[in-house]
Nanobody, 123 residues
Framework: EVQLVESGGGLVQPGGSLRLSCAAS????????MSWVRQAPGKGLEWVST???????????DFAEAMKGRFTVSRDNAKNTLYLQMNSLKSEDTAVYYC?????????????WGKGTLVTVSS
């Protein structure tokens, strides 16, 4: 059974940092493309990042400001865990953050999702 379990969310002040984790099981994690997706209160799903197991490429949404190191995705294949390091958090980053597994990237969609972890950025 495929399982994705996110953790690490919580309340953080603007400018603070959090690291989210996604523990994966039930599939070959090191051969899977994974994504982070978020949903802000009252809004739709918003793609954050995708890390492709082939070649190790990682893609980010513009708001992640990856080149500035604001959001960084990493994976530990030995631990079957995906991470999202978030720095310089803003109030607009408040959302439930989900990790998801791609059936086949990019041709097919994300076939499994975790239940999410809530990140609240507020003073």
């Amino acid at each position: 059974e495929v399982q994705l379990v996110e953790s690490g969310g919580g309340l953080v002040q603007p400018g603070g940092s959090l690291r989210l984790s996604c523990a994966a099981s039930g599939f070959t994690f090191d051969e899977s493309t994974m994504s982070w997706v978020r949903q802000a209160p009252g809004k739709g799903l918003e793609w954050v990042s995708t890390t492709n197991w082939i070649g190790g490429s990682t893609y980010y949404a513009d708001f992640a400001e990856a080149m500035k190191g604001r959001f960084t995705v990493s994976r530990d294949n030995a631990k079957n865990t995906l991470y999202l390091q978030m720095n310089s958090l803003k109030s607009e980053d408040t959302a439930v953050y989900y990790c998801a597994k791609w059936e086949i990237w990019p041709s097919y969609g994300m076939d499994y999702w975790g239940k999410g972890t809530l990140v609240t950025v507020s003073s």
